[in-house]
């Protein structure tokens, strides 16, 4: 069974910066993309960013400019650099992995999912 462990949330001040990173159990990590999203109260898990082993990427209009995807293969690590955050980015926000050499921007493309680890942006 694929795990992964999420670290990084917490609370911030709007203009601040975060850090995630997703460490997932993955025998072959070259063999996934892997994708971060986030699901506010109410609404839908949307598409944040995501990034092939190549590292070629993608992040969504709301975050861009101010979010960074990246990961180090080396250390079966991704990470999402959050900055000039905002209380609208509060959400609880999923690392998650696809088995394919390529990355997707649709949630139902995901094979594994970690638990969650929530961000609030206070104002």
């Known amino acids: 069974q694929v795990q992964l462990v999420e670290s990084g949330g917490g609370l911030a001040q709007a203009g601040g910066s975060l850090r995630l990173s997703c460490a997932p159990s993955l025998r072959t990590f070259s063999a996934y993309a892997m994708g971060w999203f986030r699901q506010a109260p109410g609404k839908e898990r949307e598409f944040v960013a995501a990034?092939?082993?190549?590292?070629?990427?993608a992040v969504a209009d709301s975050v861009k400019g101010r979010f960074t995807i990246s990961r180090d293969n080396a250390k079966v690590t991704g990470y999402l650099q959050m900055n000039s955050l905002k209380p609208e980015d509060t959400a609880v926000y999923y690392c998650?992995?696809?088995?394919?050499?390529?990355?997707?921007?649709?949630?139902?493309?995901?094979?594994?999912w970690g638990q969650g680890t929530q961000v609030t942006v206070s104002s």
């Open positions: 990034i092939s082993y190549r590292g070629a990427n």
């Open positions: 998650a992995a696809r088995f394919s050499q390529f990355y997707s921007t649709n949630r139902n493309d995901y094979n594994y």
